[in-house]
């Protein structure tokens, strides 16, 4: 009989990290979040909309979406040299991409918002906590919306298809397979989708569904920290 498959920390196949999220986390930015999934932590920050520097990369019809990302020298267990890498260029792209198609920057031509999502621990599915914490900090900035985006990897670890896939198990199994994907949870559009690995068509809709699913808890999660911040603010008065 195969071997029932079993999650190093015991959490079920369709199981969350357990989530924190905390807006305003950086005093000075216009806004910013915090997002924890696990022992994840992303932290997001805005700035802007403000005047593009260089005026060439200015946008007449348009604000721009500028997105740095990196994880902290001291984010990893591995010896990480401080600074950009293609890794990280190629991640700060794949989450202005996914954050754009819930934005709308054309009341701000000219203009850029410049958001950077820094890793202060990595443990897997650095990118999603980045995206989740990205679009609270937007929130938090005022900056307008049709709806939260939501982040989480699935994939396929020893055959079997979980949610939010951590490092170690990342790193178990003969091939394990890696899918970020981001959606706007209300409207189910999808806003990012990688693929890291093999999978078969069956799996990986099961896979999209349990990002579907997971998606829908993430925003709620995210619903509330925005929440949070205004009682608070009520409170306070
Ligand atoms: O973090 P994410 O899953 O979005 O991206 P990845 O490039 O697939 O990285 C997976 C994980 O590998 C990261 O979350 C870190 O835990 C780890 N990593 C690391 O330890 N050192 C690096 N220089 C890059 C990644």
Redo the contacts with the bound molecule.
Sequence with gaps: MAKAFKRNDGRKVDEMRPMEAKLGVVKSAEGSAMFKAGK?IAIAAVRGPREVVPAHKQRADRGLLRCTYD?LSF????R?RPGP?R?SSE?GMVIENALLPAMDLSDWPYTSVDLYVY?TQ?????????INAAALALADAGIPMKELVSAV?VGKVDGQVIVD?D?HE?DQGEFPT?I?VAMMPNSGKVTLLQL?GKITKDELNSALKLAEKSCKEIQEVQKQAIRAKYVSKEESK
Excluded at 122 to 130: E, F, L, N, S, V
Aim: hydrophobic share 35%; aromatic share 0%; charged share 35%.
């Design positions: 994840t994880l984010s990893v267990n591995d990480k890498s890794r991640i890793i990595a443990d897997a599915g650095t990118r999603c906590a980045g990897a896939i490092k990342e890696d970020p890291d």
